[in-house]
């Protein structure tokens, strides 16, 4: 049976999905066949033009028209419209695969999670968490799991961007509440939190986040609007007519956040994510010590993982590239290095088989929610200005 599979957006994300699909004949024989079939947006001219590149059979301009046609359903819009577009598509039994963070809201998150535990365990529900499908992190896993590291002490994540710090970079809907939730924190704590709950928050290893104490900051509070990534949402006045837009338009979340976490077993975490770090491009980077070592990883070197076993006087480079290595025998030779969009084929690898299965996938929606827990109570804590437990 072929999957026929919806998508709604069609810029960066929808890239790097449909990227991954056309590559999934290629290189996972294995993994269920698929057609693009439908790709959903507002603009017709541009989704036209989307589509013809991306591959995509035909288009559609509401979502309603598309989630309980298809056979999977991917969310891949801006954070605001993941939320009614997943719940219905799940209502009508439709698997989906929504980008991350799971929502703008922690309202909206629960929202989800409940429809997809309501959807039931063989409608599978994923959130888009790709740095969980880097080879060296999986490689990573296996050596926490086995207890290589002994004991879990302290963690470290920092995602570091610096497209934000010049003044006059474009206002997009990431700079806006409604539409994206928050900033830094959401955008880039998300992907460090999963990452951190992945490697050490399962298995009991440091357990769950139990207490945060978070800063938030805005180095900018307005922009221009032009040239802006996405489109903003047309804008109304009181009595309903269009507003033209402004040459500015205010920045209504955090540019960068930093946090401290205290883990359920005792250890601690420091998080930290700016969109402010000059000359960072993408670098998501995470340190664990344990009582029997340390390891440090960055995106920014994904092929890497460093080592350090208790008595080593420096860090080991470990090149995560041999046959051996999680889904490395599906492209080159050993040395052969990969790259960040292979991330993108891994967990769409991992999706869709299991919506061919019929068989449960993670990250879920419950690990989109749980993400989000955390980034919620990092924000009250900025609010407050005290630790914030969470529940
Ligand atoms: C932009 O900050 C962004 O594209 C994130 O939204 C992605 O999740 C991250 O992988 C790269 O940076």
């Not at 036209?48 to 309980?68: K, M, N, P």
Request: proline share 5%.
């Amino acid at each position: 049976m072929t999957l026929e599979v919806g998508v709604l957006g069609y810029r960066f994300m929808g890239k790097a999905h449909a990227n991954a699909m056309a590559r999934l004949p290629m290189f996972f024989p294995d993994a269920p066949a698929i057609e693009r079939s439908v790709l959903v947006g507002r603009d017709e001219d541009a989704l036209e033009d989307a589509a013809e590149r991306l591959g995509f059979d035909s288009i559609a301009t509401d979502w309603r028209d598309v989630v309980a046609d298809v056979d999977v359903f991917y969310n891949l819009g801006p954070n605001h419209v993941h939320a009614e577009p997943s719940i219905a598509a799940l209502e009508a039994g439709t698997p989906v695969f929504c980008e991350k963070p799971l929502a703008p809201t922690l309202d909206d998150a629960e929202a989800m999670a409940t429809a997809a535990s309501e959807a039931g365990d063989d409608v599978p529900a994923g959130c888009a968490f790709n740095y969980r499908f880097v080879p060296a992190i999986q490689y990573a896993k296996t050596l926490l799991e086995a207890g290589d590291l002994g004991e879990i002490h302290h963690v470290r994540g920092q995602y570091l961007q610096d497209w934000l710090v010049d003044p006059d970079a474009p206002w997009s809907w990431r700079n806006d509440e409604e539409m994206a939730g928050s900033g830094a924190l959401g955008d880039l704590g998300a992907h460090t939190v999963d990452l951190l709950r992945f490697l050490v928050g399962e298995d009991d290893l440091a357990g769950e986040i139990e207490r945060v104490s978070g800063h938030l900051e805005t180095f900018v509070e307005e922009r221009p609007v032009e040239g802006s990534e996405a489109p903003a949402e047309p804008r109304e006045n009181e009595d309903g007519d269009a507003v033209e837009d402004d040459e500015t338009r205010p920045v209504t979340v955090d540019d960068a956040y930093t946090a401290q976490l205290a883990f359920a077993n005792g250890a601690m975490g420091t998080l930290e994510g700016s969109r402010f770090a000059t000359g960072h491009k993408n670098d998501h980077t995470i340190e664990i010590h344990g009582s029997r070592g340390s390891l440090r990883f960055s995106i920014e070197r994904l092929n890497e993982l460093e080592v350090l076993r208790a008595g080593d006087r420096g860090y080991e480079t470990i090149l995560v590239t041999d046959e051996d290595d999680p889904y490395v025998d599906h492209w080159w030779p050993p040395g052969h290095v990969l790259g960040w969009e292979h991330t993108f084929v891994h967990e769409n690898y991992e999706f869709l088989s299991a919506v061919a299965d019929g068989e449960s996938f993670a990250p879920n929606f419950a690990d989109g929610l749980a993400a989000q827990r955390v980034l919620d109570a990092i924000e009250r804590s900025d609010e407050r200005g005290e630790w914030v437990a969470l529940e």
